[in-house]
């Protein structure tokens, strides 16, 4: 389970579709919703992982494979921002395009 959100008014964002952006361009979470769901990957350290996932209330949850393994992630959104939790990271990234964002 993630983190508690840092923001208790968090999650007033459903919208999900972009790409977002951190650690200096390094890590990317693309997020295009289809039929029943979302899709996309996260990109980090040069590799990309494909996932699907849904959304639990506003938070986006799924699962993406790597090195064979299956792994769980949970991302929520606050405006322009992204606080994804995988594993025992927590990854702040930002709407690509959006204003003071590289």
């Not at 007033?12 to 790409?19: F, H, L, M, V």
């Not at 919703?33 to 979302?38: A, D, K, R, S, T």
Request: hydrophobic content about 30%; overall charge negative.
């Amino acid at each position: 389970m993630p983190p508690a959100a840092p923001n208790p008014s968090f999650g007033a964002q459903s919208d999900w579709n972009g790409t977002f952006v951190g650690n200096a361009g390094a890590t990317v979470l693309v997020v295009q919703g289809g039929q029943g769901g979302y899709g996309g990957y996260i990109q980090d350290g040069g590799q990309q992982y494909q996932f699907q996932a849904h959304l639990d209330d506003t938070t986006l949850h799924g699962e993406l494979m790597a090195n064979g393994q299956p792994y769980e992630f949970w991302a929520d959104r606050d405006g322009t921002t992204v606080y994804l939790y995988l594993g025992s990271n927590t990854y702040y990234l930002e709407l690509a395009g959006a204003p003071g964002t590289r």
